[in-house]
């Protein structure tokens, strides 16, 4: 079935530990997007990425960096610069003028 | 630069009723507003989209409209049933030539009680 898949579901992050979640699809979808959610609050981009080999920084990429070496793959690291890693992250693909879709989410907690 | 509110924050019906939630937004140039389902601890699923150039939506017991004008957004959802309950966003796009120009509401977060 086409679709959307992120890994793993829950992550524990030990302080100053860079950790890395997965987001892969086979929706033949240009572009990828990650995003955070926080309690009470919308969901937040951190980066995009529109093709590949390329991506753009999103709201909040602070202490974040991805890669996107195949048009199904767009990994999320997490790294010990970002202080306040923990949240509910969330992964998103589209075509060019589509609806996106997301994820089932990876629970980031910090230890 | 576009601001989405949703309001209430959280919302307690009994089962059968029917029901509005809000989305509104600052900025009236939108290429399309989308509303989403997210049940705890998942991912976000969307139930409908309504373009810059329609007025409503309609999926089954769902219907959401589209007011630019006055930036306002409804979902409405029809003889409510416990297994509606969930955190509902709505998601304002800008632009249509990347997803990246979408600011999310907080959500609404619904009970329906049986």
């Known amino acids: 079935d086409g679709g959307i898949t992120q890994s793993p579901k829950y992550l524990f992050r030990k302080e100053g530990q860079n950790v890395t979640l997965s987001c892969e699809q086979n929706?033949?979808?240009?572009?990828m997007y990650w995003y955070r959610q926080d309690p009470g609050q919308g969901l937040r981009l951190i980066y995009y990425?529109?093709?590949?080999?390329?991506?753009q920084k999103g709201d909040i990429a602070e202490g974040y960096s991805v890669s996107r070496e195949k048009k199904e793959s767009f990994p999320l690291t997490v790294t010990s610069a970002q202080k306040n890693p923990t949240a509910f992250y969330l992964c998103?693909?589209?075509?060019?003028?589509?609806?996106?879709?997301f994820g089932q989410g990876t629970r980031l907690t910090v230890v | 630069k576009q601001e989405v509110t949703q309001i209430p924050a959280a919302l307690s019906v009994p089962e059968g009723e029917n029901l509005v939630l809000n989305c509104s937004f600052t900025?009236?140039?939108?290429?399309?507003l989308q509303w989403f389902r997210q049940d705890p601890g998942k991912g976000l699923t969307s139930l409908l989209l309504?373009?810059?150039?329609?007025r409503e939506q309609t999926s089954g017991r769902l219907n959401a409209s589209l007011d630019k004008s006055s930036g306002r957004s409804t979902l409405y959802i029809a003889a409510s049933q416990p297994g509606d309950s969930a955190t509902y966003l709505c998601?304002?796009?800008?632009?249509?030539?990347?997803?990246?120009?979408?600011?999310f509401g907080p959500g609404t977060s619904l009970s329906v009680i049986p």
């Open positions: 998103a693909s589209s075509g060019l003028n589509t609806e996106a879709f």
């Open positions: 929706l033949n979808h240009d572009a």
């Open positions: 990425s529109q093709i590949v080999n390329d991506f």
């Open positions: 900025d009236s140039a939108i290429y399309n």
């Open positions: 309504i373009q810059s150039s329609q």
């Open positions: 998601a304002v796009r800008s632009s249509w030539t990347s997803y990246d120009k979408v600011i």
